[in-house]
């Protein structure tokens, strides 16, 4: 019924700067609440960035709080994840998620589609 689909990411310099888009598709009617989560290697996936697509308010893992926003246009049903000053730690596949329910952003279960990730690779 949705798809997600991630892309922006790359090859990046530390202290460069990267723009990943999610473009959803389908029901999209229902996705209050949109995510960025990403997994490093040999690490679990984590929360990074969620933003209620209504109401425009955001929410940051303390990780990446003022280094990377969130930011939707509803309009082309289409969630951003602005990153600067990435960091070799930031190396990592993120991923796109969407919920139709309230509960903890970092809930990994509250979130029903998921988008395939794209690598982010920040060299030194």
């Known amino acids: 019924q949705v798809q997600l689909v991630e892309s922006g990411g790359g090859l990046v310099q530390a202290g460069g700067s990267l723009r990943l888009s999610c473009a959803a598709s389908?029901?999209?009617?229902?996705?209050?609440?949109m995510a960025w989560f990403r997994r490093a290697p040999g690490k679990e996936r984590e929360f990074v960035a969620g933003?209620?697509?209504?109401?425009?308010?955001?929410y940051y893992s303390d990780s990446v709080k003022d280094q990377f926003t969130i930011s939707t246009d509803n309009a082309k049903n289409t969630v951003y994840l602005q990153m600067n000053s990435l960091k070799v730690g930031d190396t990592a596949v993120y991923y796109c998620?969407?919920?139709?329910?309230?509960?903890?952003?970092?809930?990994?279960?509250?979130?029903?589609?998921w988008g395939q990730g794209t690598q982010v690779t920040v060299s030194s």
């Open positions: 389908g029901r999209t009617f229902s996705l209050y609440f």
């Open positions: 998620a969407a919920s139709s329910r309230l509960g903890r952003w970092e809930n990994q279960q509250r979130y029903d589609y």
């Open positions: 933003i209620s697509r209504s109401v425009g308010g955001t």
